[in-house]
């Protein structure tokens, strides 16, 4: 083991922060329990009016979004060959992988038998984009775990099963690409199909290729995020020049989406709705010039990508657009009953959060994550 290795090994975090997210994960598991004991109309304010709520809006449209980071690193590393950011494609794959966990445990959860789930893997229907999604995130959550089994072999030293994995890498990553470039366009097909209950702002056919796009700069600077977050978790050195570049790459994929989502907003209509000033076009202004306009700008200026604190905060605000974006397509901006979210809904999304957040805090101190040599 490196000395870089120990020195994670050896890190605690700080006990208080680990008891609390305990305590989340057995409220959760509670709340997880009551709702598969007594079904969605006793845990949850769904209805036929609103069947789709916090775990969807949240858990899947947004995790999902924010897992792209998987997808996008490792074509930057494996497919394009740009071996210097090599030392985040662990942590990244690793994050990626957790939040496909959280959005497949949020699909369970909002299914009404879930002990249904596997049937689309059987029952086939053909014409519908939600297959498509149930597939590719089944299917990729199964990649993703595999790519993780690679630092967890080397952790194990089990060598043969290391160098199997490694010679699957390749193709596991192209197929990663292609199931995550599949369904995060498809869960925009989602709501293209619902669109009489799209608010016109948000409304558009190309709803596929914004999602899409928006993932992409999702991915890349929730990648600068967490590799902040771990570097002041674990004391250990932030690769600021690759996070700086990365910030790069994220601002010319922001311009692109501002692009697109200014000539989808003419093309569709909705620019007749910009200014009528409601609480829609109030939400649509903060998302885009909050959460693209802002970021894009910022982080096109090299000061901005040089400093740590200002790179971090550029990222969280870009974050914060795609978050913003998935809320006001599927909720804010879509019509349905009035929905507010029962403390059931609340506590099993954080209480899968915090098991995420424990089981990365568990997996970086024992296996190698961070000491992953260039290939």
């Not at 049937?119 to 939600?130: A, E, F, G, L, R």
């Not at 802002?294 to 870009?318: E, H, Y």
Request: glycine share 8%; aromatic share 14%; charged share 15%.
């Amino acid at each position: 083991m490196t000395a870089k290795a120990e020195s994670i090994a050896a890190k605690r975090s700080i006990p208080w922060g680990r008891i609390f997210l305990w305590i989340f994960v057995l409220f959760g598991a509670f709340a997880a329990a009551y709702r598969l004991w007594h079904g969605l109309g006793a845990a949850t304010n769904l209805s036929d009016g609103r069947p789709w709520g916090l775990w969807i809006s949240f858990d899947v449209l947004c995790g999902v979004a924010l897992a792209a980071g998987g997808f996008t690193i490792g074509a930057i590393v494996k497919i394009f060959h740009i071996k210097r950011f090599y030392p985040i494609l662990r942590p990244t794959i690793l994050t990626a992988f957790l939040g496909y966990v959280i959005a497949a445990g949020s699909i369970l959860f909002d299914i009404g038998l879930p002990w249904r789930i596997w049937h689309p893997i059987v029952y086939h229907n053909w014409h519908s984009p939600m297959l498509e999604v149930a597939l590719c995130v089944m299917t990729y959550l199964t990649v993703l775990a595999l790519e993780v089994s690679d630092a967890f072999f080397e952790g194990m030293h089990w060598k043969l099963p290391k160098r199997i994995i490694e010679g699957f890498m390749i193709p596991l990553v192209i197929l990663g690409i292609t199931l995550s470039t599949m369904h995060q366009s498809s869960l925009g097909t989602l709501y293209v199909l619902a669109s009489k209950r799209v608010f016109d702002l948000w409304k558009t056919s190309y709803l596929p290729l914004l999602f899409f796009i928006s993932a992409v700069a999702a991915g890349l600077t929730m990648t600068i995020i967490e590799s902040n977050l771990a570097a002041s978790a674990y004391e250990i050195e932030a690769e600021q020049d690759l996070l700086a570049d990365l910030g790069l790459y994220a601002a010319w994929v922001l311009l692109a989406y501002l692009v697109l989502k200014i000539a989808t907003l003419i093309g569709s209509g909705g620019i007749h709705d910009l200014f009528s000033g409601g609480a829609r076009s109030a939400i649509y202004l903060v998302e885009v010039i909050g959460g693209v306009v802002l970021p894009m700008v910022l982080l096109f200026m090299p000061s901005i990508r040089k400093s740590r604190k200002a790179l971090l905060r550029t990222a969280l605000l870009a974050v914060l657009g795609v978050v913003l974006n998935r809320f006001d397509v599927s909720f804010f901006g879509f019509y349905g009953a009035p929905y507010v979210p029962t403390w059931m809904e609340w506590s099993i999304t954080i209480g899968m959060i915090s098991a995420a957040v424990l089981f990365y805090d568990f997996f970086v101190r024992h296996f190698p994550v961070f000491q992953h040599e260039h290939e």
